[in-house]
């Protein structure tokens, strides 16, 4: 046992022993070099300089490719811009609502039951127009609503009316430009046809 040990060990220490190292050259025996000098260590200066690489195939392709994209990806960054906002709002309504839901006021179910039970009421007696499918459920839901909420109806009414007002009013400016306009320009008769 004792015999491995010392064999593995001598090259071992031998590795960490250091020690300098003289050449002598054919010419002159006794004038000694160190490994520094040598020319075999030596590295000739050489001068490098940058070469540009000729562009293969898949280069140009893939250059011409970035082209042709890159209106629409600046686009899809745009709408990105525009639409992220919005997203991370609905994200945070949605975590509210989830919120209040899972500790709802008291008697909010039962509040919440009677207006959508309104508005199934009216889809069912809405028959027949388009207008009735919308105006009954909306309308009922709506008086079961200001029943359990009557201050935020009012400001809801109010907040509505104020914008239909002004809706309102918008239009008759433009339908009093368009008949201005109208009466500006001569208006042609139409010939009718003798029988």
Known sequence: MYKVACVAAVPGTLYLISGTVFAATKDN??????????SLYTIPQQKFRYVEP??????QGVTTLRKLAEPYTTWCQGAIGKVM?????????GNETFTFLQNPPAEFYPRAGVIGFAGILGLFLARGSRVKKLTYPTGLMAVGYTMYYP????????????????????????????FKSVEGKPVKKRQTRGK
């Open 29 to 38: 025996p006794n004038v000694t070099l160190n490994t520094d000098e040598l």
């Open 54 to 59: 000729e562009i293969g195939h898949l280069e």
């Open 85 to 93: 906002p919005k997203v991370e709002s609905a994200i945070q309504l």
């Open 151 to 178: 201050q935020r109806a009012a400001s809801i009414a109010k907040n509505t009316g104020d914008s239909l007002y002004d809706f309102a009013l918008q239009g008759y400016v433009n339908v009093e430009k368009v």
